[in-house]
């Protein structure tokens, strides 16, 4: 199992992202997936979940309405499209789901929120 997310960077504050998350080594199409984020200091938290299928979707309350999360399962890849972005968004972010109950992560992107 691998997942590799990219699309981080510096950005100002009111501006976009896309983050992508390529997962390999299982059947993605089978699997609900989910972002996570770190800011320095803090823990970990949920920023939004998709199911197998893309038809449901949840979003913490801190970033619903500013952030989409979607998918392509013919592209094995789960996306997270970050809009009015504030400097309380920067953190690493993360690609995760659960296989066998065992949760598996990526690496991580950076995203900073700065002028």
């Known amino acids: 199992v691998q997942l590799v997310e990219s699309g981080g960077g510096l950005v100002q504050p009111g501006g976009s992202l896309r983050l992508s998350c390529l997962a390999s080594g299982f059947t993605f199409s089978n699997y609900g997936m989910s972002w996570y984020r770190q800011a320095p200091g803090k823990e970990r938290e949920l920023v939004a979940g998709?199911?197998?299928?893309?038809?449901?979707?949840n979003a913490a309350d801190s970033v619903k309405g500013r952030f989409t999360i979607s998918r392509d399962n013919a592209k094995n890849t789960v996306y997270l499209q970050m809009n009015s972005l504030k400097p309380e968004d920067t953190a690493v972010y993360y690609c995760?789901?659960?296989?066998?109950?065992?949760?598996?992560w990526g690496k991580g992107t950076l995203v900073t929120v700065s002028s």
């Open positions: 998709i199911s197998s299928g893309g038809g449901n979707t």
């Open positions: 995760n789901t659960k296989i066998r109950d065992i949760p598996r």
